[in-house]
């Protein structure tokens, strides 16, 4: 099992930064992909950011979010983090943590595990 908690959203101007960090419980979180999604009102969620349990791999971006945000973590904390970078007002949305035990994926229907999430408001 783990739990995940999300948090440092807020309310930023357009181009501004926030960094999001998620904070996991389990003992095993060394061995799972993490990923980020968003929704904002009325949209369905979708695929942000994701890393692989690995060591060493990069992560992968959407591409609305490619150059400006960047995923990483720390095994050792049990924390993930995602940096955002230029934000834009279309970037508005609840973020939230997702965990799965396997590959990294944009999919969020194979993640099994999920924060409450985090608002994240920028204002034009």
């Known amino acids: 099992q783990v739990q995940l908690v999300e948090s440092g959203g807020g309310l930023v101007q357009a181009g501004g930064s926030l960094r999001l960090t998620c904070a996991a419980s389990g003992r095993t979180f060394s061995s799972y992909a993490m990923g980020w999604f968003r929704q904002a009102p009325g949209k369905e969620r979708e695929f942000v950011a994701s890393?692989?349990?690995?060591?060493?791999?990069?992560?992968t971006y959407a591409d609305s979010v490619k150059g400006r945000f960047t995923i990483s973590r720390d095994n050792a904390k049990k924390t993930v983090d995602l940096q955002m970078n230029s934000l834009k007002p279309e970037d508005t949305a609840v973020y939230y943590c997702?965990?799965?035990?396997?590959?990294?994926?944009?999919?969020?229907?194979?993640?099994?595990?999920w924060g409450q999430g985090t608002q994240v408001t920028v204002s034009s």
């Open positions: 890393i692989s349990w690995v060591i060493g791999i990069s992560g």
């Open positions: 997702a965990a799965r035990q396997g590959p990294r994926s944009s999919s969020a229907y194979e993640y099994d595990y």
